[in-house]
């Protein structure tokens, strides 16, 4: 179960997909996740998204245009994930809190 969310960026892919924390899930373009996460090289993009796309997370839509345009959005399986997501982002909150020097 935890495989499926291995990778360094598969957690950021994710969160934007849900459209941050509170928002309605979102479609984005390859290229929206592009500007979205900065530091994430194309070839490791285009990698993670493959991984989620295979287990079921994300869903590929590819419109037969010039220049072709791809879309990513989860599906049922990755929407039921948000819960999950936001007990871990709490989760992370608490400890940096917890862990933070005294004053």
Known sequence: MFRILEGRWK???LFHLFGGIDKKCRVMR???LERAIPAISQKMLIQQLRELERDGIVLRTIYPQIPPRVEYQLTRVGIALRPALR???AWAALRKQAMAPSS
């Open 30 to 32: 390859f290229s929206e």
């Open 87 to 89: 007990a871990l982002l």
């Open 11 to 13: 957690m950021a892919i």
